[in-house]
């Protein structure tokens, strides 16, 4: 049977991939600047309510490129969640002085070259987890045809030493994911790191490979600096704004930010609520709330869904347990912990702030 023909009968969930590149018409800085403010609420308020459907992380590219401000990545289950987020988007108060210079279009697959590290042969991911590092570096990738002539053998053999080449940089994490008749590229390569230098090094070690020289085109390259969405509209600068430091200050107050009203969240309830560009999963466990990343470090199962045993959750999707303390996993597929908040609950507010976290007594 044909390798086509295998994956129809065992499918596995792939996911949709879209990198969508804004840019703001200067007119915008000109307007007053509470309509300003107004226009950066109704878009974040529009963004997040996607949340749900799909997993969506934000980056500015004030300073980095001159045709391109700020970079949605959207991930998700249907062509049409992507496509209904955009329209919501440009129907904002903001979206008439939006034009989207670059946007890529992909998906999800597993790689036909094995990593001899992969267990089974299984190489690449179905599921994007990304992580919290502090840049992304993205580009389209286009192969030669000639590339394509050459024996599955012989290409595999260069990917081995491309592969070899990327395990001596263990702070760069890829993401690769495939275009073909989606888009005009091939595919579309994400590195997340927090050491920039990192990914120059490798790039320029992958530049004297055998597999290099069978690609066709690899721009444009964007450099993305990792921030939540109301973080990277502020970086947009404008007369009479002051420009923000681009580390995070703790505030007076110490960086408590308001996320939900208490009596939103009864004792056995769980929500899903957002701090700091992210989806934070909520819990009343006995009186004892309980704030921790949604996301599952295994395959961004949402825990917000999951069940609650004792002070442990499990995800619904795959059966991992985290720990709703200490984020750390109990057991199933996931190994990595999920991010916890510090939380307290004041005049009826449920506040969250970045930080070890402590369980707040409910009321």
Not at 331 to 358: C, D, H, N, Q, S
Request: aromatic fraction near 10%; glycine fraction near 10%.
């Amino acid at each position: 049977m044909s390798r086509a023909g295998h994956e129809r009968d065992a499918p596995t969930r792939r996911q949709v991939v879209k990198f969508t590149f804004y840019r703001v018409d200067p007119a915008w800085r000109r307007l007053p600047p509470q309509q300003r403010d107004e226009a950066k609420d109704d878009l974040c308020r529009s963004v997040e309510g996607f949340g749900d459907r799909l997993l969506i992380r934000s980056y500015s590219l004030i300073g980095m490129r001159g045709d391109a401000d700020f970079l949605l990545w959207q991930v998700g289950d249907r062509l049409e969640d992507i496509q209904e987020m955009a329209t919501a988007v440009l129907s904002t108060a903001m979206g008439s002085y939006l034009s989207i210079p670059h946007s890529y279009l992909a998906m999800t697959r597993r790689s036909i070259y094995v990593s001899p590290e992969e267990p089974g042969g299984a190489a690449g991911h179905t599921v994007l987890s990304p992580g919290d590092a502090r840049y992304l570096f993205v580009y389209p990738f286009v192969k030669t045809r000639a590339w394509y002539k050459l024996s599955k053998a012989k290409r595999q053999r260069m990917m081995d030493e491309h592969i070899a080449i990327g395990r001596n940089y263990p702070s760069v994490k890829l993401n690769t994911t495939y275009s073909y008749g989606l888009d005009d590229q091939e595919f579309v390569v994400a590195f997340e790191t927090d050491q920039p230098s990192d990914f120059l090094d490798l790039v320029m070690e992958l530049r004297e490979t055998e597999a290099s020289a069978y690609t066709l085109r690899d721009t444009p390259i964007f450099s993305c600096i990792a921030m939540g969405l109301r973080e990277a509209l502020d970086t947009l600068g404008a007369p009479g704004d002051r420009a923000r430091p681009s580390i995070p200050q703790e505030t007076p107050s110490g960086g408590w930010t308001s996320v939900a009203a208490a009596e939103a969240l009864p004792e056995g309830a769980s929500r899903t609520v957002y701090f700091g560009g992210d989806q934070v999963a909520l819990f009343n466990v006995g009186g004892q709330l309980y704030a921790v990343g949604n996301r599952c470090s295994h395959a961004n199962g949402p825990l917000a869904e999951g069940a609650v045993e004792g002070t442990c959750v499990t995800c619904p999707w795959h059966g991992s347990r985290f720990d709703l303390a200490s984020g750390r996993p109990q057991g199933g597929p996931a190994v990595k912990p999920v991010p916890t908040y510090r939380l307290k609950v004041e005049e009826g507010e449920i506040f969250l702030a970045a930080g070890e976290p402590a369980a707040a007594r409910s009321g």
